[in-house]
């Protein structure tokens, strides 16, 4: 959506309330020293196009600039016209005691959106902000020949040339963990978090705790099949927002409506004929949520 709305706008101005001295030296925006230097680079560059990258959206500026934003657990990006608030602005409803807001846009301007600690003024009159309650998020320039946390990601799961075959290599590389954290591990298969693992299971008929070397070959293909098809889904539906995520026009994504086992502890499952219940148990330090019954654990 991103893409559709960006590419060919100017970025006229960089605003941020991130800072304090426990980032110092960090190569991050929320390291004052360090976002005088971005704003600097930034000011006057043109975007040019914006994509992902696991879980990392990528605004590429020109061949050797690029702004990485990761929205960790809280963080969403907005896009609208906003104000800058003076002392005797009139603010939308909870809106009272920030200083930017959205203009007009209903959407824009629940509450839920008003935690703005970025705001990139572009060129068409609009802003490109970033809305992040707990600041967790993290901002930096990647510049050309920069070496980057992104190397060090996995392939992507919706790309064509990604079959069944690197799949299974890939996840063989950890033979004796379990199944979940596998899928989650962003070294072996960029994208895939918490709520889609969850879903990709239950999908595929298998225990989280399952270890990857024991699985039977027609479970994993089965899990590498729901992978791909599971997050098509999402994407279709404009992705999660049963947390903080929001679409750039300030409106929830609707995959939560169809989930099947996440966060359905003590239900019944969904599963035709299945008669289980939704179970929830930590593994790897993350939640996860299985049918007692249906999914097998090997």
């Known amino acids: 959506m991103l893409n559709d709305l960006l590419p060919g706008r100017k970025i006229l101005d960089v605003w941020s309330s991130y800072g304090g001295v426990i980032h110092r030296g960090k190569n991050h925006i929320k390291n004052k020293k360090y976002f005088s230097q971005f704003r600097k680079k930034v000011v006057g560059e043109k975007i040019e196009s914006v994509n992902r990258r696991g879980k990392n959206v ?19 990006l907005l896009f609208g016209k906003y ?10 409803e909870g809106w009272e005691k920030e200083p930017w807001f959205p203009i007009k846009n209903k959407a824009l301007q629940d509450p839920f959106n008003r935690f703005i600690r970025l705001v990139f003024t572009l060129s068409n009159g609009k802003h490109l902000v970033l809305s ?21 990601l996995g392939p992507e799961p919706l790309d064509k040339n990604f079959n069944f075959e690197i799949f299974k290599t890939i996840i063989l590389h ?6 979940k954290s596998v899928l989650m ?8 978090g918490n709520i889609y693992s969850d879903e990709i299971l239950w ?33 279709k539906f404009k992705g999660d927002s049963t ?33 289980g219940k939704i179970s929830r148990i930590v593994v790897g330090g993350r939640s996860a949520h299985f049918c007692d019954r249906h999914q097998k654990k090997y």
């Open 243 to 275: 947390s903080d995520y929001r679409n750039p026009d300030g409106i929830r994504g609707a995959f939560q409506y169809h989930h099947k086992v996440y966060q359905r502890k003590g239900e019944k499952c969904l599963k035709k004929g299945c008669g």
């Open 132 to 152: 992040d309650v707990r600041k967790f998020a993290k901002v930096c320039l990647i510049e050309k020949g920069e070496k980057t946390d992104l190397d060090d």
């Open 174 to 179: 950890r033979p004796n963990s379990p199944i």
């Open 83 to 92: 104000q800058k608030a003076g002392a005797e602005t009139k603010k939308p």
């Open 203 to 235: 999908l595929s008929g298998i225990h989280p705790e399952s270890r990857v070397s024991k699985a039977p070959e027609e479970k994993l293909k089965l899990i590498f099949k729901n992978i791909k098809l599971l997050l098509a889904k999402g994407i």
């Open 185 to 192: 591990d962003q070294g072996l298969i960029a994208g895939i």
């Open 58 to 76: 990528l605004i590429h500026l020109n061949k050797n600039k690029t702004i990485l934003v990761h929205m960790k657990m809280t963080g969403h």
